[in-house]
Each structure stands twice: as structure tokens, then as C-alpha cells.
């Protein structure tokens, strides 16, 4: 097991979250990818996002079939500047390349969409762009300390 995935297997044990990790080799690195090699709804894939709202950053955790929206994001969190960072930023920040960032196992607040909560099952990545698992999205929320809220539009 890649030491990132170790990482967040440990993060998730720390809130009392059991997850299985599974590897998918030809890589879950965009929501469709990660939904094609699944076997399911790209709206059940967890896009974790990082921006910095007013320069610190935060996590945005999107179902996989809905598009960020910058100004509720800036809302949730109670700022108004809302940037992407760069890749080195992100790992920076998260300890974690960009399409493998889990939704815990790092010091962001994390702010959740409503929308994930649709779903029974959603996938989150596993702190590699090949691993991912599964979890239900309420225990998502408890486990990444997470604000829930309106993130998104449909896309």
C-alpha cells in the first residue's frame, strides 16, 4: 500500500472511520475516470477541491456531476477573494498531489455540499490519483469535521 494511502487509512481510523481502499491502476484521477473504473454514477465520486478564500486555504468537497460555485464557497466560509491554487500549493497545503487529495488526513476545514448527500455510497480518493473508497456521506461529514452547505450548480 502506497504511504499516502497508509496516511489516510490512519486518518480516517483516528474519527473512527473504517474505509478499504481499492486500487484502480489506469487511475481515478478526474470524476469520470474514477466513475468509469468503479462502476458507478460520477454524481457518487468526491471531487476535493482546494481554494484559498481570502489566502488560506480551505477543502471543497463536490459530487463528481456538479460544478463549484466560487461565490458560495466564499459565503460558507465567510470571505470574499476566492483563487485556485497552483499543484505545489495544493500539496503544500494538503501533504497530497492534486487528483489523489483525500477529504481528511489534512489540517483544511473542509466544507461539504449538500448535493453528496443524494447518494447512499460516495468515493473519495485515497491520497493517490489510483485509490480511492467508498463511504457513506454522512459519515464523510462527521469524519472531516466538515461544514455542510450549497457549493455547487449543476453542470
Known sequence: MHRNVTAVVAAAEEQGLVIEPRSFPDGTKTAQDAADA???EVGQIVESLVFLVDGAPVMALVSGDRR?????????VGGTVVERPDADAV???TGFPIGGVPPIGHPLAVYVDRALLDYDEVWAAAGTW?????????EL???????????????
Open 141 to 155: 461529514v462527521r469524519a472531516s469535521s466538515a461544514t455542510l452547505c450549497s457549493l455547487s450548480t449543476d453542470t
Open 68 to 76: 463549484l460555485d466560487e461565490s458560495l464557497l466564499a459565503e460558507a
Open 91 to 93: 500539496r503544500a497545503a
Open 130 to 138: 489510483t485509490d480511492v473508497f467508498a463511504v457513506a456521506p454522512d
Open 38 to 40: 468503479i462502476g458507478v
